[in-house]
């Protein structure tokens, strides 16, 4: 075996432990060494975005900057493990709930006894466009509700995931329809051709609302939420404004435009990072 083999052999065994204790050693978060991201990913989060969110829309943002980028594991990591100079503790009340299961409602064995609804147009007739979300202009809506029948209307374009809120002074059909009417008639017709709900009797006047804006009413299938699945999902991201078990009547249709805004700016994993306001505001671009 010649001398400079048995250098080259200590050389590499010496390279291979100098890796390892690197790989041991604690390194920097990304977020305590760069202010500039630091700031960014507070700011996003005091605006109540996910991680996720955050993290997409840096990738976004700085596609080839690899320093301005961060992943969601070390935005949690920066909340959870409270080091000096990173993220502070307050930040953590922007998260939104860690609950992974959703509890469902208990199934009527005597079936669905919310009323009989006239002239009821089946989600199985919807056409497939509306379906495969090719196109913008569909809507699913429902009521959030809250104590002492305070409720809040909720709207989302399944195309965008875009949110419209309004607020209403009760459950009967008629004040419901009428505050759907109303928000229907801000929209450009081409953005509001469907709408779709569950079976609720709020709705038993929908031909009313079909007549005064021209917009077809599908409803869902008996005890069967999936079937409305972007618009159970905001609401379930709604309950970061509105509680279960707080007054839902205190809030103004100005608050209510607040929060639908904040939505809407958020980025969404599943419209690649953009914002149901971007995605909608180059439909409404389009339609002008």
Same mark, same amino acid.
């Given at each position: 075996m010649s001398r400079n083999g048995g250098y080259d052999r200590y050389r590499a065994t010496l390279a291979d432990e100098n890796a390892w204790a690197r790989s041991r050693r604690p390194k920097c978060c990304k977020l305590a060494t760069n202010p500039r991201l630091r700031q960014a990913v507070a700011?996003?989060?005091?605006?109540d975005w996910s991680p996720e969110q955050i993290a997409g829309w840096l990738k976004r943002t700085h596609p080839e900057d690899e320093c301005n980028q961060v992943s969601h594991e070390t935005i949690y990591r920066s909340l959870f493990v409270q080091a000096r100079g990173v993220l502070k503790k307050e930040l953590l009340s922007h998260l939104?709930?860690?609950?992974?299961?959703?509890r469902s409602r208990p199934v009527d064995p005597n079936g669905d006894k919310r009323g009989h609804i006239k002239d009821i147009v089946s989600i199985r007739q919807r056409p497939a466009a509306v379906e495969d979300r090719a196109v913008p202009g569909h809507w699913e809506g429902d009521l959030l509700s809250g104590p002492n029948n305070t409720y809040i209307a909720t709207l989302v374009e399944r195309h965008t995931r875009y949110?419209?809120? +309004?607020?209403? +002074?009760?459950?009967?059909?008629r004040t419901v329809v009428s505050a759907?009417?109303?928000?229907?008639k801000k929209l450009p017709k081409e953005l509001y051709k469907s709408l779709t709900w569950d079976r609720g009797k709020e709705l038993t006047d929908h031909r009313r609302f079909t007549l005064a804006t021209n917009i077809d009413v599908y409803f869902c299938d008996p005890q069967s939420p999936w079937q409305r699945g972007s618009n159970e999902n905001t609401n379930g991201l709604?309950?970061?404004?509105?509680?279960k078990g707080t007054d839902l009547s205190v809030h103004s249709q100005a608050h209510l435009n607040k929060v639908a805004r904040q939505l809407n700016e958020r980025p969404r994993e599943t419209l690649q990072f953009e914002t149901p306001a971007e995605r909608f505001n180059a439909c409404v671009a389009s339609t002008g």
């Amino acid at each position: 075996m010649s001398r400079n083999g048995g250098y080259d052999r200590y050389r590499a065994t010496l390279a291979d432990e100098n890796a390892w204790a690197r790989s041991r050693r604690p390194k920097c978060c990304k977020l305590a060494t760069n202010p500039r991201l630091r700031q960014a990913v507070a700011g996003k989060l005091r605006l109540d975005w996910s991680p996720e969110q955050i993290a997409g829309w840096l990738k976004r943002t700085h596609p080839e900057d690899e320093c301005n980028q961060v992943s969601h594991e070390t935005i949690y990591r920066s909340l959870f493990v409270q080091a000096r100079g990173v993220l502070k503790k307050e930040l953590l009340s922007h998260l939104r709930s860690k609950r992974s299961m959703r509890r469902s409602r208990p199934v009527d064995p005597n079936g669905d006894k919310r009323g009989h609804i006239k002239d009821i147009v089946s989600i199985r007739q919807r056409p497939a466009a509306v379906e495969d979300r090719a196109v913008p202009g569909h809507w699913e809506g429902d009521l959030l509700s809250g104590p002492n029948n305070t409720y809040i209307a909720t709207l989302v374009e399944r195309h965008t995931r875009y949110v419209m809120l +309004a607020k209403v +002074a009760g459950k009967d059909t008629r004040t419901v329809v009428s505050a759907l009417i109303k928000q229907a008639k801000k929209l450009p017709k081409e953005l509001y051709k469907s709408l779709t709900w569950d079976r609720g009797k709020e709705l038993t006047d929908h031909r009313r609302f079909t007549l005064a804006t021209n917009i077809d009413v599908y409803f869902c299938d008996p005890q069967s939420p999936w079937q409305r699945g972007s618009n159970e999902n905001t609401n379930g991201l709604l309950r970061q404004y509105f509680p279960k078990g707080t007054d839902l009547s205190v809030h103004s249709q100005a608050h209510l435009n607040k929060v639908a805004r904040q939505l809407n700016e958020r980025p969404r994993e599943t419209l690649q990072f953009e914002t149901p306001a971007e995605r909608f505001n180059a439909c409404v671009a389009s339609t002008g």
